[in-house]
């Protein structure tokens, strides 16, 4: 099934909204924002499907205008079924001037025997602002399926005024690489991501601040890099889709926390 998804953000009176909205089955978007006066627009994207399934392609745009704010949140895990052909999804996201975007969607279950390809494209202005986080597991854990999917590769471009500035490529094949050798995830069943851009945030601060925070967390492994721009790429892994999703909500809730208070200091000056 093909299906696909355009949402367009807009402003009015610094209060950010959904201008338009179009999909397709089994796709749906809703308006979860709670407090009508916030700066930010609060979406949460649906799915009538129990999961991804093999010939599916979804094609994802959502474009954010100059000093907007879109927050999109996912309903569940994201399971991705067995397939012979595979499954594909491309999301593309414009963030003009000033704009942000925040996605932490919840981890992908590769299935047996599953193909699944997914490329994410954001495109930044100037101070434009990014959190994006991608967990996979090592499918259904409790059902005895470890690694038992075909291929899930994911590839993450991100352009800043059209210049490509940072490039992710996830590929896990696990009938091809021993994932638990050197250099894999070492015995490790899941692993998380972040990507968080921001210009005038102090990066050396954050990232001490962030690995003080994790070193708080048990069994699990963190690696923190200062990405080629102002922000920090992140990386996590772990034995529990729910232990990550839930470490990346705690850093994600920190991160904006210091955003808001650059804005603040912004704005008196």
Same mark, same amino acid.
């Given at each position: ?117 997914? *490329? ?6 100037? +101070?434009? =602002? &990014? %959190?994006?986080? !991608?967990? /996979?597991?090592?499918?259904?854990? $409790? ?9 899930? *590769? ?6 800043? +005024?059209? =210049? &490509? %500035?940072?490039? !992710?490529? /996830?590929?896990?094949?696990?009938? $091809? ?32 601040? $962030? ?32 232990? $990550? ?25």
């Amino acid at each position: 099934m093909k299906s696909s998804l355009h949402i367009q953000v807009a402003g009015r009176s610094g209060i950010s909204f959904l201008q338009e909205a179009f999909f397709t089955t089994p796709l749906k978007v809703m308006n979860i924002t709670e407090d009508k006066t916030d700066h930010q627009l609060q979406l949460m994207l649906m799915s009538s499907s129990p999961g991804i399934l093999d010939g599916d392609e979804y094609d994802l745009k959502i474009e954010i205008e100059e000093s907007c704010s879109l927050q999109l949140h996912t309903q569940a895990y994201q399971r991705l079924f067995t397939m012979k052909k595979g499954a594909t999804q491309i999301m593309n996201v414009y963030i003009e001037e000033g704009g942000s975007f925040y996605f932490l969607p919840h981890p992908s279950v590769p299935h047996d025997q599953s193909i699944f390809t997914s *490329h994410n494209n954001f495109y930044l202005g100037n +101070n434009s =602002k &990014l %959190i994006f986080c !991608e967990i /996979l597991t090592c499918g259904r854990k $409790l059902n005895g399926e470890l690694f038992a999917f075909s291929k899930y *590769h994911s590839i993450s471009q991100v352009y800043i +005024n059209n =210049k &490509l %500035i940072i490039k !992710e490529n /996830l590929l896990v094949q696990p009938s $091809l690489v021993n994932v638990h050798t050197i250099g894999q995830l070492e015995g490790y069943t899941h692993q998380a991501s972040m990507i968080w851009l921001q210009d005038g945030a102090d990066v050396k601060s954050m990232q001490q601040g $962030l690995l003080s925070f994790l070193s708080t967390k048990k069994n699990m492994e963190v690696g923190i890099t200062a990405a080629p721009v102002n922000g920090l790429i992140i990386r996590l892994l772990g034995n529990g889709g729910e232990q $990550l999703y839930d470490c990346l909500k705690s850093i994600s809730v920190i991160l904006k926390a210091k955003e808001s208070s650059i804005d603040t200091i912004n704005i008196n000056h």
